[in-house]
C-alpha cells in the first residue's frame, strides 16, 4: 500500500499551521498521517472481522448489519487498538523514509523538510 500523498499533504497543512521544520515536523507529519490512515481502514477492518466470525456473508450485507445495528459509531469498533498497532508503525515508516530519500537522490516527501 502506498500511501505517500497522505504525509505530503499532512506535512504541507502542518508546516504551514505550526511552522515546523526537520525532524520535529516529520514526526508529527507522520502521526497525524497515521490518524487518518487508521480511521479509513477501520471500517473495513470492522468489517472484515465479522465476516471472519460468521456474522455475515457478503461485505456489503456484514455494513448494513453494522449501520443498523450500531450505527456509524460501530465501523469504529477497535480504532484504539488499530492506532496502537499502526501510529509507531506510520511513525517509523515515514521518519525512516524521509532519512533515506535524500541518501540515494530523491526529494523528501512533499518537499522540502
Do not use: C
Not at 456473508?57 to 498497532?85: C, H, Q
Not at 501510529?87 to 526529494?107: A, D, K
Amino acid at each position: 500500500m502506498y500511501l505517500a500523498p497522505i504525509p505530503a499533504q499532512v506535512k504541507g497543512h502542518i508546516k504551514s499551521f505550526t511552522g515546523f521544520s526537520g525532524l520535529q515536523l516529520v514526526l508529527s507529519s507522520s502521526m497525524v498521517a497515521g490518524l487518518v490512515t487508521t480511521t479509513v481502514i477501520n471500517p473495513a477492518d470492522v468489517a472484515r472481522s465479522y465476516m471472519q466470525t460468521g456474522r455475515g456473508n457478503s461485505l456489503v450485507g456484514v455494513m448494513r448489519d453494522i449501520l443498523a445495528r450500531e450505527g456509524p459509531r460501530g465501523f469504529l469498533k477497535g480504532w484504539t487498538a488499530a492506532y496502537a498497532r499502526t501510529g509507531p508503525q506510520t511513525l517509523i515508516i515515514f521518519t525512516v523514509s524521509e532519512m533515506i530519500r535524500p541518501l540515494f537522490g530523491l526529494n523528501v516527501i512533499g518537499g522540502s523538510s
